[in-house]
């Protein structure tokens, strides 16, 4: 069997070097999860390389060399990545999504340059899959290709599913083109979401919006069903927790101790984004060292900023308020022995990256609205058997998943403070109890179970609609 996968990225992404190109993996929790899956399915991959251009000749060379990995590159022009991209994909739907209501940017040529670019992948969807194969959809930047693809393929199993949270209906109902993304949706056979909360507010939109009635998870069409439900994401959790035992990282762990092993470390690992909460975060830590001075010179804060969308302008204007904060804390606290955030503005090896989490004593996750954040997961992961406290946002959809974190309103700055004091003062027995029950969690629910689960549930479906469209 083939499965289709169809993102806005692919999971390697070409840089121009002089003339030549260099492929690395892309960053994000997408492409990090889906991209380690282990599936008995042939793996076929549909998305944008993350580069522009016109020349054919490039794009020729991109294509065959991306086409040795199963991946087939759909390019985009430079005004499509604006107004697709940047416009409705992150202007539009993200900050609606993630409840930022007054970032919402309304404008008829995002809209357009949104629908024009879903019917581009549809295209290219349509060159390459078969009425046989499954195709799995992927995220909010794609919401209108299921039923595009639905008028070249009635019969074919589509899937897809949405990365971030899905806001409430009375939120929902502000997107003027609410009907048309839901329609959109509706073309395929299963939607999956992280939380129920998420896959209750879609359908209350669908019920509201296009007045179908949904019961059990499920609402009927013409000729098919669709089904709605939740598949919460995880990790490759034996990546994470095996990875201390591979000799380059435990190079990487000697060297941080060697540099940081004086110090508590409070670890933060993000996204460049203003649904991760970072500004709050920062106020946090800054109240926690006015408060406490016991802890100068004890605790410091790294913080792993991953460069994204800096070319949004709320984007571009959070980097610069993060990085004012950041030198105001360090230029009031710091000394000639100490520094209090250990900021970085690039991502690191993957090496080095475990490393960090191994070794840090707290991780500080505190989005103020988040589809899942995986990075809490890695964490627990990587601790393996050594002691560490997770300070969790209850905004995350893995603080469901995870209520033996130290759970915490991330809009109360008062609270992260509390948090980081109780987890320094936590005792070592109680911080591996709780991870251990954490692990349990995590090593389960994996991401290869993930995904197939969701190609079972999807295949369930498929056949009922068989069935269904015999009749
Ligand atoms: C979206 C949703 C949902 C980060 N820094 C480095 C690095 N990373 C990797 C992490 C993790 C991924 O990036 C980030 O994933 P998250 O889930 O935390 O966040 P988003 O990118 O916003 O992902 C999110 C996810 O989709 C999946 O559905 O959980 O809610 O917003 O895997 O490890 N990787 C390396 N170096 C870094 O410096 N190598």
Aim: glycine letters at 6%; one cysteine or more; proline letters at 4%.
């Amino acid at each position: 069997m083939r499965l289709f996968i169809i993102s806005n990225r692919l999971p390697l992404k070409a840089q121009r070097v002089g003339k030549e190109f260099r492929f690395s993996r892309s960053e994000g929790g997408l492409a990090t999860g889906l991209d380690s899956l282990e599936m008995s399915v042939e793996k076929y991959w549909i998305g944008w390389p993350g580069l522009y251009t016109e020349n054919e000749g490039e794009k020729e060379n991109i294509r065959l060399y991306l086409e040795k990995f199963h991946f087939f590159p759909v390019f985009l022009s430079s005004r499509q990545i604006h107004d697709y991209y940047e416009g409705y994909s992150n202007s539009t739907v993200w900050p609606l999504c993630h409840y930022f209501f007054s970032y919402v940017q309304y404008d008829r040529s995002f809209w357009q340059a949104y629908r024009e670019v879903n019917q581009l992948f549809c295209e290219v969807a349509v060159s390459l899959i078969r009425a046989d194969d499954m195709v799995w959809v992927q995220d909010y930047q794609l919401m209108l290709l299921p039923a595009m693809l639905r008028t070249y393929f009635p019969a074919v199993s589509i899937g897809y599913f949405h990365h971030i949270p899905f806001p409430s209906y009375e939120l929902f109902r502000v997107l003027p083109e609410k009907a048309d993304v839901l329609k959109g949706l509706l073309g395929a056979d299963l939607i999956a979401f992280h939380t129920h909360d998420y896959m209750r507010h879609f359908s209350i939109a669908v019920q509201r919006v296009c007045h179908l009635n949904f019961r059990f998870g499920e609402v009927r069409l013409l000729n098919r069903i669709v089904h709605a439900d939740a598949f919460p994401m995880g990790i490759n959790y034996r990546l994470y927790y095996d990875s201390i035992l591979r000799p380059e990282v435990e190079r990487a762990l000697y060297q941080l101790s060697q540099n940081l092993g004086r110090y508590k470390l409070i670890l933060t690992v993000d996204r460049l984004d203003y649904s991760k909460g970072i500004l709050h975060r920062l106020k946090g830590f800054e109240l926690f060292l006015e408060k406490h001075p016991e802890y100068w010179e004890k605790v410091s804060l790294v913080m792993i900023i991953v460069p994204s969308r800096d070319q949004v302008k709320k984007y571009a204007d959070l980097k610069m308020k993060m990085e004012e904060m950041i030198g105001t804390i360090n230029g009031e606290y710091a000394t000639l022995n100490w520094t209090p955030i250990h900021y970085f503005y690039h991502g690191f090896p993957f090496e080095e990256l475990v490393a960090l989490y191994h070794l840090a004593d707290i991780a500080l996750v505190t989005p103020l609205r988040d589809g899942m954040n995986l990075v809490a997961k890695e964490y627990v992961a990587a601790k393996r058997e050594r002691p560490g406290i997770l300070i969790l946002s209850e905004m995350a959809g893995a603080a469901i998943e995870l209520p033996e974190a130290l759970l915490i309103n991330p809009n109360d700055i008062n609270e992260i403070e509390r948090a980081i004091c109780k987890a320094l003062q936590m005792p070592k027995q109680e911080q591996l109890k709780k991870l251990r029950r954490m692990q349990q969690v995590i090593s389960r629910q994996t991401v290869n179970k993930w995904a197939a689960d969701f190609v079972a549930g999807l295949q369930n479906i498929r056949r009922r609609n068989d069935v269904l469209g015999r009749k």
